[in-house]
């Protein structure tokens, strides 16, 4: 089983933008959806966004579409999470993991430790 490393999570004045990184420790994915998800105190752990293994397909939760987006690099063994417009209500925990094509964290079998996202008000 693989793990998988996120980095790039720091603390922001609301508006400003962060850049997270979702890496595989074996150095691929192979071939699995990179999901991201984030869990802020008191909450749930939640959807945000997920990308298909080939990279073709990006699906976005209603509350960061248009503000957040995906990418991958160019072998597809890093997934970036691009967040703009952050507001204070982003702020959680943010996790990257490698599964199937869902939004359902239960489906995920790999995991990230999490990086932290602070958006200050």
């Known amino acids: 089983q693989a793990q998988l490393v996120e980095s790039g999570g720091g603390l922001v004045p609301a508006g400003g933008s962060l850049i997270l990184s979702c890496a595989a420790a074996?150095?691929?994915?192979?071939?699995?959806?990179v999901g991201w998800f984030r869990q802020a105190p008191g909450k749930e752990r939640e959807f945000v966004a997920i990308?298909?293994?080939?990279?073709?397909?990006?699906v976005y939760a209603a509350s960061v579409k248009d503000r957040f987006s995906l990418t991958t690099a160019d072998a597809q063994n890093v997934v970036f999470l691009q967040m703009n417009s952050l507001k204070p209500e982003d702020t959680a925990v943010y996790y990257c993991?490698?599964?199937?094509?869902?939004?359902?964290?239960?489906?995920?079998?790999?995991w990230g430790q999490g990086t932290q996202v602070t958006v200050s008000s």
């Open positions: 993991a490698a599964g199937s094509f869902s939004r359902d964290p239960g489906s995920f079998g790999s």
């Open positions: 074996e150095g691929t994915f192979g071939g699995r959806s």
């Open positions: 990308v298909s293994g080939d990279g073709a397909t990006a």
